[in-house]
């Protein structure tokens, strides 16, 4: 049977009456712009809140890949292509969206094979793709590897950022007392499966629930958890059980898992995580940008005043930035929580009212 969204919040609050704080951190772009759109802190009761983590994927890029970006999209003979959110991500004084307009060939697509057309097109040309997000985006790097692999189109390579979510999950709850359970990501949950976040109980002991996208979906996952912290369980439910299964998309996890392997990455906020990101694998590696290209390894400087990394850790919330809507705002925006329409600055901004 399934209940009315009203139970579902009087559920909520009878179970979380006397409970203490509880904190409960989402971490998917899109996670965070339902709860600010649907308002959904504000019918919550007092001692529950949500925060979020590192879930943008253009967010927890890092800026010394942003940097290695721009490095090579400012080389005459490259066609350098990527989603149009990273277009105006702020690295020092530029951004891809400050070269595109100095001349320089920046292409936005929608799709990477966007990118082996381009290339296929222009085969005197170098094109390079930016491959940013999770493990609901790497199948489809993975795609144009294989794609490119087997067309044989050699100008053409990547500059891989992927990440993945359990590992970087794990190294920031681990042995923290902030964040007393977690929001799984419906996105990620759905190729990596449901069961990829058993750790989440069974190494951290929080509780946790796999939630979709809508008001109902999400209250439910919070309605679910809130029991769980109410009975002293923990334990991951999949709560999104129409779209996520046990195991995930396998097709996509062996295609990914074909083209490239675990690898050490840089998070924005969190550093460097073990294990947290994906690198080509050796017989691929020729498809690889860095390895294509000359630059010199640089890391500017975060932009002044911008506390981004401490928001992508659950340590802040976008309006404790003192630039929060006043000189930061998505027309103008300083950071890549900002920038990203994923982020949450820009959530928090959007849905202000
Ligand atoms: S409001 Fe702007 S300056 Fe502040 S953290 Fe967000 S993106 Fe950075």
Known sequence: MRYGIEDVINGIRALAEGLGDVTIMEVCGTHTHSIRRFGIPSILPSNIKLVSGPGCPVCVTAQEDIAAALDI??????IFTCFGDMMRVPCGNASLYSLYESGRDIRLVTSPLDALEIAKANPGRQVVYFAIGFETTAPHTAALIEAANNQKVENISILNTHKTMPQAL????????KINALLCPGHVASVIGANAFRFVPEKLNLPAAVSGFEAY????AVLKIIELCRYNRVDCVNMYPGVVTADGNRRAVELMYRFMEPADA??????????????LRREYARFDALARFE?????????KGC??????RGDKTPDECARFG??????????????SSEGSCAAYYQYRD
């Open 307 to 312: 506390i981004c990394a401490r928001i992508l």
């Open 217 to 220: 979906e999400i209250l439910a």
């Open 73 to 78: 999209a400012d080389q005459e003979d490259v």
């Open 170 to 177: 794990q190294a920031l709850l681990s042995g923290q007392k």
């Open 326 to 339: 006043k000189d930061c705002t998505p027309d103008t925006p300083f950071g890549p929580c900002m920038v």
């Open 295 to 303: 630059i010199t390894h640089r890391k500017p400087e975060e932009p």
């Open 266 to 279: 840089v998070w924005r906020g969190l550093g460097i995580i073990k294990k947290s990101g994906l690198k």
